[in-house]
């Protein structure tokens, strides 16, 4: 405070703690509630391009709280770390859940129950339309 009653008036001070408010809440936004991805490969074709050879890459914004608060489900495109190296992330999508065994035969996906009957699974027409 001056002699006169009124607060000193530092705008380099206002900025800082507005560049420091902004950079906390980019991590802590990243860390724990959203992050981007870039798809390097074509794996995910033609929902999500990748390509390393044209260095064609779409990006997606990943949702981090989803699976806290609820199960993965089936067709639904996941990001995950690689467990053998961690600095790498796979985005690809659910094809099985549960205590369920899965196989592959002339490009069809066919899932059974323990025990059960082998069944051919499709997409859903929702998810079929969704690219």
């Not at 006169?4 to 705008?11: D, G």
């Not at 990748?50 to 067709?75: M, N, Q, S």
């Not at 859940?97 to 592959?104: A, N």
């Amino acid at each position: 405070m001056t002699e006169s009653n009124e607060p000193l008036h530092r705008p380099w001070r206002t900025h800082i703690e507005a560049a420091v408010m902004a950079v906390a809440m980019a991590l802590f936004l990243k860390h724990f509630v959203i992050e981007a991805y870039k798809i390097p490969t074509g794996s995910m074709q033609p929902t999500l391009i990748g390509d390393e050879g044209a260095d064609v890459k779409d990006r997606i914004l990943v949702d981090k709280l989803t699976y806290a608060l609820r199960a993965p489900e089936r067709w639904e495109v996941a990001v995950f770390r690689y467990p053998l190296d961690r600095s790498k992330s796979f985005v690809k999508r659910i094809a099985g859940v549960g205590p369920e065994e899965l196989r592959i035969e002339h490009g069809d996906l066919w899932r059974r129950d323990a025990g059960g009957e082998w069944a051919i699974v499709r997409r859903p027409e929702s998810v079929m339309r969704a690219h």
